[in-house]
Protein backbone atom coordinates (compact mmCIF):
# COMPACT_ATOMS: atom_id res chain seq x y z
CA UNK A 1 0.00 0.00 0.00
CA UNK A 2 2.80 2.09 1.12
CA UNK A 3 4.53 1.77 -2.51
CA UNK A 4 1.61 2.61 -4.37
CA UNK A 5 0.53 5.45 -2.08
CA UNK A 6 4.70 6.74 -3.03
CA UNK A 7 4.50 5.81 -6.69
CA UNK A 8 0.99 7.51 -7.47
CA UNK A 9 2.54 10.68 -5.62
CA UNK A 10 5.15 11.29 -7.88
CA UNK A 11 3.24 10.13 -10.91
CA UNK A 12 0.75 12.93 -9.81
CA UNK A 13 3.74 15.19 -9.44
CA UNK A 14 5.08 14.86 -12.74
CA UNK A 15 1.02 15.57 -14.20
CA UNK A 16 1.36 18.97 -12.28
CA UNK A 17 4.82 19.80 -13.38
CA UNK A 18 4.21 19.25 -17.27
CA UNK A 19 0.47 20.99 -16.73
CA UNK A 20 2.66 24.25 -15.19
CA UNK A 21 4.85 23.68 -18.11
CA UNK A 22 2.47 23.92 -20.00
CA UNK A 23 0.54 27.03 -18.62
CA UNK A 24 3.94 28.76 -19.47
CA UNK A 25 4.13 28.25 -23.26
CA UNK A 26 0.36 28.56 -23.56
CA UNK A 27 -0.10 32.42 -24.82
CA UNK A 28 -3.13 32.25 -26.74
CA UNK A 29 -6.23 30.16 -27.78
CA UNK A 30 -4.54 28.26 -30.13
CA UNK A 31 -1.56 26.56 -27.80
CA UNK A 32 -4.40 25.66 -25.12
CA UNK A 33 -6.81 24.17 -27.70
CA UNK A 34 -4.94 22.84 -30.49
CA UNK A 35 -0.92 22.86 -29.40
CA UNK A 36 0.08 25.93 -31.98
CA UNK A 37 -1.56 23.22 -34.88
CA UNK A 38 2.03 22.06 -34.71
CA UNK A 39 2.23 18.23 -32.91
CA UNK A 40 4.20 15.81 -34.64
CA UNK A 41 3.34 12.30 -35.78
CA UNK A 42 4.81 10.40 -32.30
CA UNK A 43 3.00 12.97 -30.10
CA UNK A 44 0.04 13.16 -32.26
CA UNK A 45 -0.59 8.84 -31.89
CA UNK A 46 -0.12 8.25 -28.78
CA UNK A 47 -2.58 11.36 -28.36
CA UNK A 48 -5.04 9.45 -30.42
CA UNK A 49 -4.63 6.06 -28.71
CA UNK A 50 -4.47 7.11 -25.36
CA UNK A 51 -7.85 9.79 -26.26
CA UNK A 52 -9.63 6.39 -27.76
CA UNK A 53 -8.68 3.87 -24.80
CA UNK A 54 -10.01 4.66 -21.32
CA UNK A 55 -10.99 3.26 -17.90
CA UNK A 56 -14.40 2.56 -20.30
CA UNK A 57 -12.40 0.08 -22.17
CA UNK A 58 -10.46 -1.25 -19.39
CA UNK A 59 -13.22 -1.79 -16.23
CA UNK A 60 -16.49 -1.76 -18.30
CA UNK A 61 -15.75 -2.97 -21.68
CA UNK A 62 -13.35 -5.24 -21.42
CA UNK A 63 -15.57 -7.12 -18.25
CA UNK A 64 -18.85 -6.85 -19.40
CA UNK A 65 -18.29 -7.83 -23.16
CA UNK A 66 -15.68 -10.35 -21.97
CA UNK A 67 -17.77 -11.94 -19.61
CA UNK A 68 -21.00 -11.86 -21.89
CA UNK A 69 -18.86 -12.61 -25.22
CA UNK A 70 -15.49 -14.21 -24.32
CA UNK A 71 -13.17 -14.64 -26.87
CA UNK A 72 -15.62 -12.90 -30.05
CA UNK A 73 -14.89 -9.53 -28.11
CA UNK A 74 -11.76 -9.84 -30.00
CA UNK A 75 -13.41 -8.50 -33.28
CA UNK A 76 -13.91 -5.41 -31.22
CA UNK A 77 -10.28 -5.04 -30.93
CA UNK A 78 -9.82 -6.20 -34.59
CA UNK A 79 -11.92 -3.58 -35.86
CA UNK A 80 -10.92 -0.31 -33.77
CA UNK A 81 -7.80 -1.23 -34.68
CA UNK A 82 -8.54 -1.29 -38.33
CA UNK A 83 -11.50 1.09 -38.76
CA UNK A 84 -11.50 3.57 -35.62
CA UNK A 85 -7.76 3.90 -36.03
CA UNK A 86 -6.00 2.87 -39.16
CA UNK A 87 -8.93 3.81 -41.67
CA UNK A 88 -9.61 7.40 -40.03
CA UNK A 89 -6.08 8.28 -40.34
CA UNK A 90 -5.75 7.28 -43.91
CA UNK A 91 -8.95 9.07 -44.89
CA UNK A 92 -9.57 11.54 -42.91
CA UNK A 93 -5.54 12.65 -41.70
CA UNK A 94 -4.21 14.85 -43.99
CA UNK A 95 -7.89 15.53 -45.08
CA UNK A 96 -9.36 17.41 -42.00
CA UNK A 97 -5.76 19.17 -41.14
CA UNK A 98 -6.31 20.52 -44.71
CA UNK A 99 -9.89 21.31 -44.27
CA UNK A 100 -8.69 23.41 -41.32
CA UNK A 101 -6.32 25.65 -43.07
CA UNK A 102 -8.51 26.22 -46.13
CA UNK A 103 -11.56 26.55 -43.76
CA UNK A 104 -9.57 28.41 -41.54
CA UNK A 105 -11.80 26.36 -38.60
CA UNK A 106 -10.27 25.34 -35.17
CA UNK A 107 -13.49 23.37 -34.22
CA UNK A 108 -15.64 20.55 -35.92
CA UNK A 109 -18.56 22.79 -35.28
CA UNK A 110 -17.15 25.38 -36.98
CA UNK A 111 -16.29 23.48 -39.90
CA UNK A 112 -20.30 22.17 -40.55
CA UNK A 113 -20.91 26.12 -40.07
CA UNK A 114 -18.36 27.05 -42.90
CA UNK A 115 -19.28 24.20 -44.87
CA UNK A 116 -23.00 24.37 -44.71
CA UNK A 117 -23.29 27.60 -44.85
CA UNK A 118 -25.40 27.61 -41.26
CA UNK A 119 -24.99 29.09 -37.99
CA UNK A 120 -27.93 27.28 -36.92
CA UNK A 121 -26.01 23.72 -37.49
CA UNK A 122 -23.01 25.29 -35.76
CA UNK A 123 -25.45 25.74 -32.45
CA UNK A 124 -26.99 22.80 -32.32
CA UNK A 125 -23.24 21.14 -32.76
CA UNK A 126 -22.13 23.04 -30.04
CA UNK A 127 -24.79 21.70 -27.77
CA UNK A 128 -24.78 17.91 -28.85
CA UNK A 129 -21.18 18.21 -28.27
CA UNK A 130 -21.59 19.61 -24.94
CA UNK A 131 -24.73 17.25 -23.53
CA UNK A 132 -23.43 13.93 -24.72
CA UNK A 133 -19.80 14.28 -23.93
CA UNK A 134 -21.26 14.89 -20.30
CA UNK A 135 -21.96 11.40 -19.54
CA UNK A 136 -18.80 10.01 -21.14
CA UNK A 137 -16.63 11.76 -18.96
CA UNK A 138 -19.01 10.49 -16.17
CA UNK A 139 -18.12 6.64 -17.39
CA UNK A 140 -14.21 7.45 -17.67
CA UNK A 141 -15.02 8.76 -13.88
CA UNK A 142 -16.81 5.74 -13.00
CA UNK A 143 -14.54 3.73 -14.23
CA UNK A 144 -11.25 5.31 -12.32
CA UNK A 145 -13.08 5.26 -9.22
CA UNK A 146 -13.92 2.00 -8.97
CA UNK A 147 -10.08 1.05 -9.73
CA UNK A 148 -9.16 2.88 -6.72
CA UNK A 149 -12.12 1.88 -4.35
CA UNK A 150 -10.40 -2.00 -5.27
CA UNK A 151 -7.25 -1.04 -5.10
CA UNK A 152 -7.03 1.49 -1.91
CA UNK A 153 -10.45 0.86 -0.40
CA UNK A 154 -11.81 4.04 -0.44
CA UNK A 155 -15.73 4.67 -1.10
CA UNK A 156 -16.86 5.74 -4.16
CA UNK A 157 -17.50 9.34 -3.80
CA UNK A 158 -14.08 9.91 -2.29
CA UNK A 159 -12.15 8.02 -5.21
CA UNK A 160 -14.40 10.40 -7.62
CA UNK A 161 -13.97 13.73 -5.98
CA UNK A 162 -10.33 13.47 -5.78
CA UNK A 163 -10.01 12.15 -9.19
CA UNK A 164 -12.10 15.24 -10.22
CA UNK A 165 -10.23 17.74 -8.59
CA UNK A 166 -7.01 16.40 -10.29
CA UNK A 167 -8.60 16.04 -13.62
CA UNK A 168 -9.48 19.95 -13.59
CA UNK A 169 -6.53 20.67 -12.53
CA UNK A 170 -4.25 18.94 -14.53
CA UNK A 171 -6.74 20.15 -17.79
CA UNK A 172 -7.18 23.87 -16.44
CA UNK A 173 -3.40 24.39 -16.20
CA UNK A 174 -2.01 23.63 -19.68
CA UNK A 175 -4.18 22.77 -22.33
CA UNK A 176 -3.45 20.60 -25.11
CA UNK A 177 0.28 21.84 -24.82
CA UNK A 178 1.06 19.64 -21.35
CA UNK A 179 -1.62 16.78 -22.88
CA UNK A 180 0.17 16.55 -25.97
CA UNK A 181 3.93 16.24 -23.62
CA UNK A 182 2.38 13.92 -21.52
CA UNK A 183 0.41 11.50 -23.29
CA UNK A 184 3.46 9.99 -24.63
CA UNK A 185 4.84 9.11 -21.15
CA UNK A 186 1.25 7.68 -21.13
CA UNK A 187 1.63 5.56 -24.30
CA UNK A 188 4.30 3.88 -22.98
CA UNK A 189 3.08 3.40 -19.66
CA UNK A 190 0.07 1.72 -21.03
CA UNK A 191 2.11 -0.58 -23.63
CA UNK A 192 4.30 -1.45 -20.62
CA UNK A 193 1.05 -2.35 -18.25
CA UNK A 194 -1.18 -4.43 -21.15
CA UNK A 195 2.54 -6.72 -21.75
CA UNK A 196 2.25 -7.32 -18.02
CA UNK A 197 -1.42 -7.37 -17.79
CA UNK A 198 -0.76 -10.23 -20.53
CA UNK A 199 1.51 -12.24 -18.80
CA UNK A 200 -0.02 -12.50 -15.59
CA UNK A 201 -2.85 -13.19 -16.78
CA UNK A 202 -1.59 -16.51 -19.08
CA UNK A 203 0.51 -17.22 -16.11
CA UNK A 204 -2.25 -17.46 -13.66
CA UNK A 205 -4.48 -19.28 -15.75
CA UNK A 206 -1.67 -22.27 -17.07
CA UNK A 207 -1.60 -20.72 -20.53
CA UNK A 208 -3.72 -20.15 -23.50
CA UNK A 209 -5.08 -23.40 -24.10
CA UNK A 210 -5.86 -23.99 -20.26
CA UNK A 211 -7.75 -21.21 -20.16
CA UNK A 212 -9.33 -21.90 -23.48
CA UNK A 213 -10.16 -24.96 -22.01
CA UNK A 214 -11.65 -24.21 -18.95
CA UNK A 215 -13.45 -21.51 -20.88
CA UNK A 216 -15.49 -24.24 -23.35
CA UNK A 217 -16.28 -26.13 -20.33
CA UNK A 218 -18.34 -23.07 -18.85
CA UNK A 219 -19.98 -22.47 -21.99
CA UNK A 220 -18.74 -23.66 -25.26
CA UNK A 221 -20.30 -20.13 -27.00
CA UNK A 222 -17.35 -18.11 -24.98
CA UNK A 223 -14.35 -19.51 -27.44
CA UNK A 224 -16.68 -19.73 -30.91
CA UNK A 225 -16.67 -17.27 -33.76
CA UNK A 226 -19.70 -14.91 -31.67
CA UNK A 227 -20.57 -15.60 -28.30
CA UNK A 228 -24.07 -16.14 -26.53
CA UNK A 229 -25.38 -12.54 -27.22
CA UNK A 230 -25.31 -13.30 -30.56
CA UNK A 231 -24.42 -11.29 -33.67
CA UNK A 232 -26.30 -8.25 -34.08
CA UNK A 233 -25.28 -7.40 -30.27
CA UNK A 234 -21.98 -7.81 -31.17
CA UNK A 235 -21.94 -6.38 -34.87
CA UNK A 236 -23.73 -3.12 -32.94
CA UNK A 237 -20.91 -3.12 -30.20
CA UNK A 238 -18.40 -3.12 -33.65
CA UNK A 239 -19.79 -0.82 -35.55
CA UNK A 240 -20.46 1.84 -32.62
CA UNK A 241 -16.75 1.77 -31.08
CA UNK A 242 -15.27 1.33 -34.87
CA UNK A 243 -17.05 3.82 -37.12
CA UNK A 244 -18.14 6.48 -34.60
CA UNK A 245 -14.25 7.50 -34.46
CA UNK A 246 -15.09 8.78 -37.82
CA UNK A 247 -17.22 11.69 -36.42
CA UNK A 248 -16.00 12.08 -33.08
CA UNK A 249 -15.10 15.50 -32.09
CA UNK A 250 -12.24 15.07 -29.53
CA UNK A 251 -10.55 12.52 -32.29
CA UNK A 252 -11.07 14.48 -35.17
CA UNK A 253 -9.50 17.37 -32.97
CA UNK A 254 -6.03 15.86 -32.95
CA UNK A 255 -5.66 16.08 -36.91
CA UNK A 256 -6.58 20.12 -36.22
CA UNK A 257 -2.99 19.79 -34.42
CA UNK A 258 -0.76 17.43 -36.38
CA UNK A 259 2.16 18.86 -37.92
CA UNK A 260 2.09 17.71 -41.34
CA UNK A 261 1.40 15.05 -43.92
CA UNK A 262 4.60 13.14 -42.67
CA UNK A 263 3.00 13.24 -39.40
CA UNK A 264 0.18 11.58 -40.47
CA UNK A 265 1.73 8.44 -42.48
CA UNK A 266 3.93 7.71 -39.17
CA UNK A 267 1.22 8.49 -36.40
CA UNK A 268 -0.83 6.12 -38.71
CA UNK A 269 1.41 3.15 -38.35
CA UNK A 270 2.47 4.49 -34.61
CA UNK A 271 -1.42 4.64 -33.19
CA UNK A 272 -2.67 1.40 -35.06
CA UNK A 273 0.15 -0.89 -33.70
CA UNK A 274 -0.84 1.00 -30.67
CA UNK A 275 -4.46 -0.15 -30.80
CA UNK A 276 -3.79 -3.70 -31.70
CA UNK A 277 -1.62 -3.97 -28.82
CA UNK A 278 -3.97 -2.64 -25.98
CA UNK A 279 -7.34 -3.46 -27.26
CA UNK A 280 -6.63 -6.62 -28.21
CA UNK A 281 -5.03 -7.40 -24.47
CA UNK A 282 -8.01 -6.08 -22.96
CA UNK A 283 -10.40 -7.96 -24.54
CA UNK A 284 -8.63 -11.14 -24.08
CA UNK A 285 -7.87 -10.61 -20.56
CA UNK A 286 -11.98 -9.77 -20.07
CA UNK A 287 -12.83 -12.93 -21.56
CA UNK A 288 -10.66 -14.76 -18.22
CA UNK A 289 -13.30 -13.07 -15.87
CA UNK A 290 -15.55 -16.07 -15.69
CA UNK A 291 -12.23 -18.32 -15.05
CA UNK A 292 -10.78 -16.37 -12.09
CA UNK A 293 -13.69 -14.70 -10.58
CA UNK A 294 -16.85 -16.70 -8.75
CA UNK A 295 -19.72 -15.10 -6.21
CA UNK A 296 -18.22 -17.28 -3.41
CA UNK A 297 -14.37 -15.88 -4.17
CA UNK A 298 -15.05 -12.12 -5.07
CA UNK A 299 -18.41 -11.21 -3.22
CA UNK A 300 -17.60 -7.11 -3.88
CA UNK A 301 -17.97 -8.49 -7.64
CA UNK A 302 -21.31 -9.74 -7.74
CA UNK A 303 -25.03 -9.21 -6.17
CA UNK A 304 -27.22 -12.26 -5.43
CA UNK A 305 -25.20 -14.47 -7.59
CA UNK A 306 -25.29 -11.67 -10.79
CA UNK A 307 -21.78 -9.88 -12.23
CA UNK A 308 -21.55 -6.23 -11.40
CA UNK A 309 -20.13 -5.87 -14.59
CA UNK A 310 -17.84 -2.64 -13.65
CA UNK A 311 -16.50 -4.28 -10.75
CA UNK A 312 -15.45 -7.63 -12.54
CA UNK A 313 -11.85 -5.65 -13.85
CA UNK A 314 -11.03 -4.29 -11.00
CA UNK A 315 -11.76 -7.76 -9.00
CA UNK A 316 -9.91 -9.55 -11.62
CA UNK A 317 -6.82 -7.47 -11.59
CA UNK A 318 -5.92 -7.93 -8.08
CA UNK A 319 -6.76 -11.29 -8.11
CA UNK A 320 -4.27 -12.28 -11.29
CA UNK A 321 -1.11 -9.13 -10.97
CA UNK A 322 1.34 -9.97 -8.57
CA UNK A 323 1.23 -7.31 -5.76
CA UNK A 324 4.38 -5.63 -6.74
CA UNK A 325 2.90 -5.15 -10.31
CA UNK A 326 -0.43 -3.84 -9.44
CA UNK A 327 1.01 -0.04 -9.24
CA UNK A 328 1.76 -0.84 -12.67
CA UNK A 329 -1.51 -1.61 -13.67
CA UNK A 330 -3.32 1.11 -11.89
CA UNK A 331 -0.95 3.62 -13.54
CA UNK A 332 -1.71 1.54 -16.85
CA UNK A 333 -5.73 2.74 -16.51
CA UNK A 334 -5.13 5.82 -14.75
CA UNK A 335 -2.58 6.94 -17.98
CA UNK A 336 -5.45 6.01 -20.38
CA UNK A 337 -8.62 7.67 -18.24
CA UNK A 338 -6.42 10.90 -17.88
CA UNK A 339 -5.45 11.49 -21.90
CA UNK A 340 -9.12 10.33 -22.37
CA UNK A 341 -10.58 12.69 -19.79
CA UNK A 342 -7.88 16.01 -20.67
CA UNK A 343 -9.79 15.27 -24.66
CA UNK A 344 -12.92 15.21 -23.52
CA UNK A 345 -12.71 18.36 -21.43
CA UNK A 346 -10.93 20.34 -23.87
CA UNK A 347 -13.67 19.36 -26.61
CA UNK A 348 -16.37 19.93 -25.02
CA UNK A 349 -15.03 23.55 -23.03
CA UNK A 350 -14.42 24.69 -26.58
CA UNK A 351 -17.81 23.95 -27.71
CA UNK A 352 -19.64 26.36 -25.79
CA UNK A 353 -16.35 29.20 -25.40
CA UNK A 354 -15.51 29.21 -28.98
CA UNK A 355 -18.74 27.78 -30.49
CA UNK A 356 -21.33 29.11 -28.75
CA UNK A 357 -19.74 32.27 -26.78
CA UNK A 358 -17.41 33.95 -28.83
CA UNK A 359 -20.14 32.21 -31.99
CA UNK A 360 -23.00 34.21 -31.18
CA UNK A 361 -22.59 36.27 -27.35
CA UNK A 362 -19.73 38.15 -28.11
CA UNK A 363 -18.01 37.44 -31.29
CA UNK A 364 -15.12 40.38 -30.66
CA UNK A 365 -14.18 38.55 -27.27
CA UNK A 366 -10.29 38.85 -26.87
CA UNK A 367 -8.28 35.63 -27.31
CA UNK A 368 -6.76 36.31 -23.87
CA UNK A 369 -10.63 36.33 -22.99
CA UNK A 370 -11.24 33.24 -25.31
CA UNK A 371 -8.34 31.51 -23.63
CA UNK A 372 -9.45 31.99 -19.83
CA UNK A 373 -13.32 31.18 -20.28
CA UNK A 374 -12.15 27.71 -21.84
CA UNK A 375 -10.24 26.87 -18.66
CA UNK A 376 -13.64 27.84 -16.59
CA UNK A 377 -15.39 25.66 -18.52
CA UNK A 378 -13.04 22.99 -18.29
CA UNK A 379 -13.68 22.59 -14.66
CA UNK A 380 -17.11 23.36 -14.91
CA UNK A 381 -17.40 20.16 -17.00
CA UNK A 382 -15.47 18.19 -15.24
CA UNK A 383 -17.81 19.50 -12.19
CA UNK A 384 -20.67 17.92 -14.24
CA UNK A 385 -19.27 14.84 -15.06
CA UNK A 386 -18.50 13.82 -11.40
CA UNK A 387 -21.75 14.59 -10.12
CA UNK A 388 -23.27 12.60 -13.18
CA UNK A 389 -20.67 9.77 -11.93
CA UNK A 390 -21.92 9.77 -8.93
CA UNK A 391 -25.54 9.77 -9.56
CA UNK A 392 -24.10 6.09 -11.04
CA UNK A 393 -27.12 5.84 -13.10
CA UNK A 394 -26.25 2.72 -15.32
CA UNK A 395 -23.38 0.20 -16.53
CA UNK A 396 -20.25 1.63 -18.14
CA UNK A 397 -20.99 0.44 -21.39
CA UNK A 398 -24.38 1.57 -21.61
CA UNK A 399 -23.36 5.37 -20.42
CA UNK A 400 -20.69 5.03 -23.16
CA UNK A 401 -23.17 4.18 -25.60
CA UNK A 402 -25.60 6.48 -25.54
CA UNK A 403 -23.13 9.13 -25.88
CA UNK A 404 -20.89 7.67 -28.57
CA UNK A 405 -23.77 7.01 -30.13
CA UNK A 406 -25.64 10.61 -30.05
CA UNK A 407 -22.63 12.13 -31.08
CA UNK A 408 -22.17 9.54 -33.87
CA UNK A 409 -25.85 9.88 -35.21
CA UNK A 410 -25.03 13.50 -34.87
CA UNK A 411 -22.26 14.12 -36.84
CA UNK A 412 -21.60 10.99 -39.31
CA UNK A 413 -23.44 11.93 -41.80
CA UNK A 414 -23.02 15.95 -42.11
CA UNK A 415 -18.85 15.09 -41.73
CA UNK A 416 -18.32 12.44 -43.57
CA UNK A 417 -20.25 13.90 -46.77
CA UNK A 418 -19.52 17.27 -46.34
CA UNK A 419 -15.29 16.33 -46.34
CA UNK A 420 -15.32 13.98 -49.04
CA UNK A 421 -18.01 15.39 -51.11
CA UNK A 422 -19.59 19.24 -52.74
CA UNK A 423 -22.78 18.20 -53.67
CA UNK A 424 -24.54 17.37 -50.59
CA UNK A 425 -26.69 20.72 -49.05
CA UNK A 426 -27.68 22.04 -46.19
CA UNK A 427 -31.01 20.67 -46.06
CA UNK A 428 -29.64 16.77 -46.26
CA UNK A 429 -26.89 17.50 -43.64
CA UNK A 430 -29.16 19.33 -41.07
CA UNK A 431 -31.66 16.38 -41.62
CA UNK A 432 -29.32 13.42 -41.73
CA UNK A 433 -27.72 14.99 -38.05
CA UNK A 434 -31.02 16.15 -36.73
CA UNK A 435 -32.86 12.66 -37.61
CA UNK A 436 -29.93 10.16 -37.10
CA UNK A 437 -29.50 11.81 -33.08
CA UNK A 438 -33.52 11.26 -32.71
CA UNK A 439 -34.07 8.02 -33.76
CA UNK A 440 -31.14 7.25 -31.65
CA UNK A 441 -32.29 8.92 -28.28
CA UNK A 442 -35.70 7.35 -29.20
CA UNK A 443 -34.43 3.68 -29.77
CA UNK A 444 -32.89 4.04 -26.40
CA UNK A 445 -35.69 5.67 -24.50
CA UNK A 446 -37.90 2.89 -26.05
CA UNK A 447 -35.60 0.20 -24.61
CA UNK A 448 -33.24 -0.46 -26.90
CA UNK A 449 -29.45 -1.18 -25.41
CA UNK A 450 -27.33 1.68 -25.89
CA UNK A 451 -24.66 0.57 -28.27
CA UNK A 452 -27.90 -1.04 -30.76
CA UNK A 453 -29.60 2.51 -30.79
CA UNK A 454 -26.09 4.53 -31.29
CA UNK A 455 -25.91 1.61 -34.50
CA UNK A 456 -28.59 2.39 -36.04
CA UNK A 457 -29.26 5.67 -35.70
CA UNK A 458 -25.60 6.36 -37.34
CA UNK A 459 -26.35 4.01 -40.23
CA UNK A 460 -29.97 6.52 -40.91
CA UNK A 461 -28.02 9.41 -40.14
CA UNK A 462 -25.00 8.51 -42.51
CA UNK A 463 -27.60 7.40 -45.41
CA UNK A 464 -30.42 10.51 -45.13
CA UNK A 465 -27.49 12.83 -46.27
CA UNK A 466 -27.10 11.79 -49.68
CA UNK A 467 -30.76 11.41 -50.17
CA UNK A 468 -32.29 14.23 -48.56
CA UNK A 469 -29.64 16.44 -50.39
CA UNK A 470 -30.75 14.89 -53.88
CA UNK A 471 -34.54 15.15 -52.61
CA UNK A 472 -33.95 18.59 -52.39
CA UNK A 473 -32.67 19.26 -55.62
CA UNK A 474 -35.27 17.66 -57.56
CA UNK A 475 -37.94 19.49 -55.60
CA UNK A 476 -35.92 22.80 -55.76
CA UNK A 477 -35.78 22.23 -59.47
Known sequence: MVVKILVLSAYALMIITIGIIGLRKTKSFSDFFLGGGNVGPWMSAFSYGTAYFS??????????????????????????????????????GWRIKKMSLEYNVSTLSEFLEKRYDSSFFKLMSAIVIFVFMIPYSAAVFMGLSYLFTSNFGLEYWHALAFMGMFTALYVVLGGYKSMAIIDMAFGIIMTAGVIVL?????????????????????????????????????FSLIFLTSIAPFAMPQLVQKFYAIKDHRSVKIGMIASTVFAILIGGIAYFVGSTTRIFLSPENNPNAFLEGKPLFDRLMPELLTNVVHPSLSVLLLLLILSASMS???????????SFSKDFYAGFINKKVSDKS??????????????????LAYMNIDSIVAILGISWGAIGSFFLGPFIWGLFTKWVNKFGALSSGLIGLTVCLVLYLSGTPSPEAGTIGMIVSFLINPLFSYLYKIVKK
Open 340 to 350: TLAALVLISSS
Open 55 to 92: AVLFIGFAGKIGWGFGYSGLWIAFFNAIAGVLLVWALL
Open 198 to 234: LISTVNAGGGIPTITFKLSEIDPKLTQWIGSPGFWPL
Open 370 to 387: LTRLMRYMSAFFVLLSVV
